[in-house]
């Protein structure tokens, strides 16, 4: 588990993190959001120690991360691919880091085979595209087989099948009980992976709960009704209270009535349907009308 308390992390006089609490809670895969300059990766290394708070503080099983020896025992992270030491291959690398935390020489072997890395052991890591690198980090992650996993941005850099595989790595750490916390820019990934959300803007809290109920607070787009006499329709709708839109010769978008009451209407007008399908908001969409407030860097609107 890990717990952000009260936390607050300033850089001069700018406040990148302001009072900021949640929890992040094992068995699910949490995702971590927030626009651009929101405080989501300053919370990332306030949580491993690696900057200290001004106010608050963060706890991983219990705990500051920053008291626990041989700390990839308790958790791993990966905050960026490209830091690592160009000229080491992926064994020696992952090695350096098994030996300075007392983990066996044989966990090396098992994450690089884990991360589809085996054949690129002995290659130095300078030469690794970013999707290799990314599998690297995630390996060092997963070298101490720790409770507790936190990735910034882990899909950027990645094909369709890394990507892929990903997803179904984090669903696997987490069905195992594992505490999974995954911060990415990519809506749609995050939509296919994460159950729980951790939105933050201009460091201060906007949501924590499940992914469904706050795709559930932005407006729903309303229900498609097609229908061969969709004018006929239209009347009925309004009267019952629902505001309808024409959308084509015959198709309505209509809001304000459940999909099941619009079938009931259209049946008891002896008017036949061939599509009734409700609209719902995306993630991106709860995403960009709850935190539109939020942005630091809001750029023009395009011509």
């Known amino acids: 588990m890990i717990d952000v308390s009260a936390v607050t992390k300033r850089y001069g006089r ?23 300059g929101a405080g989501k990766s300053t919370t990332l290394r306030v949580i491993l120690g ?31 691919a490209q830091q690592v030491h160009g000229g080491r291959t992926a064994r020696a690398h992952l090695a350096a880091l098994a030996r300075s935390n007392g983990l066996p020489a044989r966990r090396v ?17 300078g030469g690794f595209s970013l999707g290799m690198k990314q599998r690297l980090g995630v390996a060092a992650a997963l070298l101490g087989d720790p409770p507790v996993l936190l990735f910034d941005e882990p899909f950027n850099g990645m094909d369709p099948e890394g990507v892929r595989w990903l997803r179904r790595l984090f669903r696997h750490l987490a069905a195992e009980g594992r505490t999974v916390f995954l911060s990415s820019h990519l809506m749609s990934e995050m939509e296919s992976t994460a159950e729980e959300l951790i939105v933050i803007g201009r460091g201060r809290l906007v949501a924590a709960e499940p992914l469904r ?3 559930a607070r932005a407006p729903r787009t309303g229900v498609v009704v097609g229908a061969v006499r969709a004018g006929e329709l239209a009347g009925p709708l309004t ?20 999909a099941a009451r619009i079938g009931a ?24 009308e709850l935190t539109a407030d939020r942005v630091e860097y809001p750029a023009r609107a395009a011509r």
């Open 213 to 215: 109920a706050f795709a």
């Open 265 to 288: 209407l259209a049946l008891e007008h002896g008017i036949g349907l061939h599509e009734l399908t409700t609209r719902t908001a995306s993630l991106e969409e709860a995403f960009m």
């Open 109 to 125: 072997a098992e994450v690089l085979g884990e991360v589809g890395l085996d054949e690129a052991a002995g290659r130095r890591v």
């Open 14 to 36: 700018r406040t990148a993190v302001d009072d900021l609490s949640f929890t992040v809670r094992p068995g699910v895969v949490t995702g971590f959001l927030g626009p651009n």
């Open 50 to 80: 690696l900057d200290a708070p001004d106010a608050g503080g963060t706890t991983v099983c219990g705990v500051p991360f920053a008291s626990l020896p041989r700390g990839l025992r308790h958790a791993g992270a990966l905050l960026d």
């Open 239 to 258: 009267a019952a209270g629902a505001a309808v839109t024409a959308e084509g010769g015959e198709r309505l978008v209509v809001t304000g009535l459940p």
